[in-house]
């Protein structure tokens, strides 16, 4: 099939390449040159596993392009809207990439076609792109078909999801819809992939409430840990005992840092801010606290690196082990760890900050941090240690190896992924979350 896809960022790179790789012929666009000429050249513009392996196939096989120029998306049958939706100045999403991409679009798209939104957007919006597509091209018809796909797996989860959802309108438009959308992803949909078809505001609200009830979890399991530090328990533990309960499950209960990147947090913000718009915002009352609790592990973490260094940071060395917001990714948009790094640094403390990946990204977000080249640089003489993604080369440090770098042997585990009997019996004055 003949693809377009608007915007090439987390979303929309993966998307491209992975629709390439599965036979169809994309040409994908972005506003960003500086990005299409990195893509156009086989280069991932961001750390993505296996995104650098599908590019390179794709382009091989000459059935991707990329250009800024959106006249060329013209004739193709699927256009795919994967451009940003980032939070606005009161918390509701900002829609101008959005309404400006459907701008440049809409005189290319042609009766027939499709154009099939992935962004993650407040709910209503899909009704109103689509009348306005209805009345400016007869017979094209907007779709809504969110995207689930989680960075660090973004090629597994785009090839092989764990579900499709369609948000499509009534009628014959929307049947011809969910045949062409069955077309794009024959693949999967051979395999037994489970696929959904909703109207158009269930479709933008499967997608909101997932990453709401996501960042619940995580916020609850957080509450459980401030509940833990207060009385000696183990946050661990109860995780492991209350996830053996299949109504509950293990997975997302994991203490540590809290959640961030370009989703979560912007995401129940927006949802927010959207209920209110409708008169329902009691319902939603709850996400501000879901957000609270994320909030203050970042504070709380920065107060155990005060206490642990008796009780100021100024003048201490600190070593600073993960800026992104999670491994296998460099993303630091609204990174806990990065935060948590600049407010260490503007407390006085001296930090040495090192990510596998993250340290370019985080650099154009924080110049004013000390990037190490190596985790070796980064412990070197430091008084504290902060282990704020989990990273396996991180899980993997030894701490006698490491004892014998730094200063002082103390260290603040944020996201409870070190063994800690091993790094105690190395000597170190070991603090997690919740434990
Ligand atoms: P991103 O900021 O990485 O990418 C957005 C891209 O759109 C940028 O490259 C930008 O230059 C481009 N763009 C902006 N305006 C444009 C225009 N008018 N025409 C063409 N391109 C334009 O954002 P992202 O992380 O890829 O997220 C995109 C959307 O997908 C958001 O709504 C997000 O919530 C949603 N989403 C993201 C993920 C994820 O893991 N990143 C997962 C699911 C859903």
Redesign the pocket.
């Known amino acids: 099939m003949r693809i377009s896809v608007?915007?090439?960022?987390?979303?929309?790179a993966v998307h491209a390449a992975s629709m390439a790789k599965l036979g169809h012929d994309v040409v994908a666009?972005?506003?960003?040159p500086t990005?299409i000429e990195r893509l156009a050249a086989g280069e991932a513009p961001?750390f993505e596993p296996g995104l650098p392996e599908i590019l390179d196939e794709a382009l091989g096989s000459g059935r991707i392009r990329f250009t800024t120029d959106?006249a060329e998306v013209a004739g193709a049958q699927v256009h795919f809207l994967?451009?940003?939706?980032?939070q606005g100045p009161t918390g509701a999403a900002d829609l101008r990439?959005v309404d400006?991409?459907m701008a440049?679009l809409t005189p290319y798209v042609s009766a027939g076609q499709f154009v099939v939104g992935?962004?993650?957007?407040p709910v209503g919006t899909a009704a109103r792109l689509g009348a306005d597509l209805s009345a400016a091209v007869p017979g094209a018809t907007l779709v809504w078909n969110?995207?689930?796909?989680?960075?660090g797996f973004?090629v597994q989860d785009t090839i092989s999801p764990d579900r499709f959802v369609y948000g499509v309108p009534e009628g014959e438009d929307g049947q011809r819809a969910v045949a062409a959308l069955d077309e794009v992803y024959e693949t999967a949909l051979a395999e037994g992939t489970p696929r959904l078809v909703v109207d158009l505001a269930t479709a933008e609200l499967v997608?909101i409430s997932a990453n709401a009830f996501l960042a619940t979890k995580i916020s609850f399991i957080n509450a459980m840990a401030e509940i833990a530090e207060v009385v000696g328990a183990d946050v661990t533990a109860l995780a492991d005992a209350i996830g053996h309960d299949a109504r509950i499950g293990r997975k997302f209960l994991n203490a540590g840092l809290g959640f961030g990147?370009?989703?979560l947090p912007?995401?129940i913000r927006a949802f927010q801010a959207r209920a209110d718009e409708l008169g329902v915002g009691e319902s939603l009352a709850f996400l501000a606290d879901v957000d609270a609790t994320n909030l203050r592990r970042r504070a709380h973490v920065v107060e155990l690196a005060q206490e642990m260094l008796g009780g100021a940071v100024a003048g201490k060395r600190v070593a600073v082990l993960g800026l992104a917001f999670k491994p296998n990714s460099d993303?630091v948009r609204d990174s806990p760890a990065l935060d948590i790094a600049a407010r260490l640094l503007g407390l006085g403390a001296t930090v040495a900050a090192y990510d596998p990946e993250a340290v370019v990204t985080a650099r154009r977000v924080h110049p004013e941090l000390d990037y190490a080249e190596t985790a070796t640089d980064a412990l070197t003489g430091a008084d504290l240690v902060l282990v704020l993604t989990e990273w396996n080369e991180f899980r993997e440090l030894d701490p006698a190896a490491v004892a014998s770098l730094v200063a002082s042997p103390v260290v603040i585990d944020g996201r409870n992924c070190l063994d800690r009997e091993a790094w105690r019996a190395a000597g170190f004055t070991y603090r997690g979350m919740g434990r």
Do not use: H, N, Q, W
């Open positions: 608007i915007g090439c960022g987390y979303l929309g666009v972005d506003v960003d990005k961001f959106m994967a451009v940003g939706t980032p990439y400006a991409a440049s992935k962004s993650t957007v969110p995207e689930f796909l989680r960075e973004a997608k990147g370009g989703c912007k995401d993303d």
